[in-house]
């Protein structure tokens, strides 16, 4: 049924799929710490218990951090590695793309407001 509705409206791609020819997509980044994208990987978690986080510096290709704990979904965990990268840099990015940044950025901006 997916498939069909694949074929009716977006023929192109799954021709692309099927010879794996996906094309890249650019984005622009000003420099160093301008973006940072962050990803969780629940490929281990059903098997092993264990799950991934991941925060990468897309311009310099560096991994800002690479955690592996046995949740990834408790959003003050993620705030709590955001908030440890921020501090060792001295700063922090200006654009985070993820989907839990905003609670990132909320959570970051109530610890600025109440330190401890």
Not at 16 to 37: E, M, S, T, Y
Not at 85 to 94: F, L, N, P, W
């Amino acid at each position: 049924m997916v498939l069909g509705h694949l074929h009716e409206t977006e023929p192109d791609a799954v021709k692309a799929r099927r010879v794996r020819r996906f094309h890249r997509r650019w984005f622009h980044a000003a420099g160093v710490n301008d973006v940072w994208v962050q990803d969780q990987h629940d490929k281990w978690g059903p098997q092993f218990g264990l799950w991934l986080h991941n925060n990468t510096d897309p311009f310099m290709g560096y991994n800002n951090w690479l955690k592996v704990w046995w949740t990834n979904k408790n959003p003050r965990l993620i705030a709590s590695y955001y908030i440890e990268t921020v501090r060792a840099y001295g700063g922090e990015s200006i654009i985070l793309k993820s989907l839990d940044s905003a609670i990132i950025e909320a959570y970051y901006s109530h610890s600025l407001d109440n330190p401890e």
